[in-house]
């Protein structure tokens, strides 16, 4: 008789169906958590991405209009700086024209700081979006032409530009224009400049970012 045990069918049997699908069933429990935490932590890092965006061209553009407008220059007896509202989309927004010496070189033969016709004004594209575009005309004098077809964008995604101005007693206008007869603006810049910057919430229309800040003028006369 042999020594060696006898090996029966039932031994090397092998998954059958039903455990086959329980494993399978439980497979895709595992993946469907591991891809529902793999998509979120790649919702986060995409939200952090665009309000990084947003945060930086706020702070660039609001930081621009700030050294634009405290660099503003005398022209004759008087200064030059004027300002309006433009309507879209039955939506006002602030433009802003001023002779400043904030001149932005970007040729070889530019002088950064040189005196130049600076202008703020916005645009709307074939998508319906709003940008905030920045003109910069250098010369010996303020350029007669205050809205330009050339500039750069500086602020993309725009809700709202809103400009307020104060002057020596602290009483606010929505605009200025020192070519004005009035007294408190003719030849004379405002004392404070308030600034409203709103641009679009992709992810929540009815909550859009929101920036503000105030220039003061080193110059009134």
Not at 112 to 119: Q, R, T
Not at 121 to 127: A, H, L, P, R, S
Not at 139 to 148: A, F, I, L, N
Not at 194 to 201: A, R
Request: charged share 30%.
């Amino acid at each position: 008789m042999s020594a060696w045990p006898s090996l029966s069918s039932s031994d090397s049997r092998g998954f059958t169906l039903m455990e086959i699908l329980i494993a399978i069933f439980i497979l895709g429990i595992v993946l469907t958590t591991i891809y529902g935490a793999y998509s979120g932590v790649l919702r986060v890092i995409r939200d952090i991405d665009d309000d990084t965006r947003i945060y930086k061209m706020a702070r660039i553009t609001l930081d621009r209009m700030n050294r634009d407008v405290t660099a503003i220059l005398r022209s004759g007896k008087g200064f030059i700086f004027q300002s309006e509202k433009t309507s879209i989309d039955r939506r006002e927004f602030s433009s802003l024209f001023l002779w400043s010496s904030a001149h932005l070189g970007f040729e070889e033969d530019d002088v950064p700081g040189s005196p130049a016709s600076i202008a703020y004004f916005v645009k709307q594209d074939k998508e319906g979006k709003i940008s905030l575009w920045r003109s910069d005309i250098t010369g010996p004098k303020p350029s007669t032409e205050k809205k330009s077809e050339g500039g750069v964008i500086i602020c993309e995604d725009l809700r709202a530009l809103n400009l307020k101005f104060y002057d020596e007693g602290g009483k606010d206008y929505d605009t200025w224009d020192t070519e004005t007869s009035t007294d408190s603006q003719k030849g004379r810049p405002p004392a404070v400049v308030g600034v409203e910057l709103i641009l679009e919430n992709p992810r929540d229309a009815e909550k859009p970012h929101k920036f503000i800040t105030k220039i003061n003028l080193p110059v009134r006369r």
